[in-house]
T-cell receptor
Framework: SQQGEEDPQALSIQEGENATMNCSYK?????LQWYRQNSGRGLVHLIL?????REKHSGRLRVTLDTSKKSSSLLITASRAADTASYFC?????????????FGKGTKLTVNP | GAGVSQSPRYKVAKRGQDVALRCDPI?????LFWYQQALGQGPEFLTY????????KSGLPSDRFFAERPEGSVSTLKIQRTQQEDSAVYLC???????????FGPGTRLTVL
């Protein structure tokens, strides 16, 4: 079962514009992580935000987390064609002795040159 | 050091064959995870190891799936009597400690004919 739901499912923008992707989840989390996946390639870790954090930056990326609304957003500023990829949010859960990531279905971002 | 590596990158199996997929995590990483990713979907958790101990195998879809990590480093995911529905990309990830970033390998694309 998938906990995270990304919104929108697909997003097409022009180079230089900002891209915002949202993620909602259902249960309490330890952290929330964003990943990028280029077509046919592996997942690349972008940023991790812990449940006691509200905002985090990394280069052109800005992530927010609102645990009261069980939602997160990923903002990519000044987008580039190379940002074209699928973006996934993944919630870090602890269940019993386990820790695991529960992924959403992803947002497919297309940045047009 | 090197990232997570997986082999083989591609595997074609006839229905009913057994397959073994290998994962070499980042050296020193305690936690190791296996995920299954169907086409157009986000990865889904299969199983989790902390060192050599398999602490969670709740995501394994059937008893045909078996994973091991006998020395707390390399891991093998074995699928017995493969079925067409097993066709997917199998991703391995490792992390240094609990609740940290997970680093993914490139995956093994399994096609069952």
């Amino acid at each position: 079962s998938q906990q995270g739901e990304e919104d929108p499912q697909a997003l097409s923008i022009q180079e230089g514009e900002n891209a915002t992707m949202n993620c909602s989840y259902k249960t309490s989390i330890n952290n929330l992580q964003w990943y990028r996946q280029n077509s046919g390639r592996g997942l690349v870790h972008l940023i991790l935000i812990r449940s006691n954090e509200r905002e985090k930056h990394s280069g052109r990326l800005r992530v927010t987390l609102d645990t009261s609304k069980k939602s997160s957003s990923l903002l990519i500023t000044a987008s580039r064609a190379a940002d074209t990829a699928s973006y996934f949010c993944a919630t870090g859960l602890t269940q019993g002795g386990s820790e695991k990531l529960v992924f959403g279905k992803g947002t497919k971002l297309t940045v047009n040159p | 050091g090197a990232g997570v590596s997986q082999s083989p990158r591609y595997k074609v199996a006839k229905r009913g064959q057994d397959v073994a997929l290998r994962c070499d995590p980042i050296s020193g990483h305690v936690s190791l995870f296996w995920y299954q990713q169907a086409l157009g979907q986000g990865p889904e958790f299969l199983t989790y190891f902390q060192n050599e101990a398999q602490l969670d195998k709740s995501g394994l879809p059937s008893d045909r799936f078996f994973a091991e990590r006998p020395e707390g480093s390399v891991s093998t995911l074995k699928i017995q009597r493969t079925q067409q529905e097993d066709s997917a990309v199998y991703l391995c990830a490792s992390s240094l400690f609990r609740h940290n970033e997970q680093f993914f390998g490139p995956g093994t694309r399994l096609t069952v004919l």
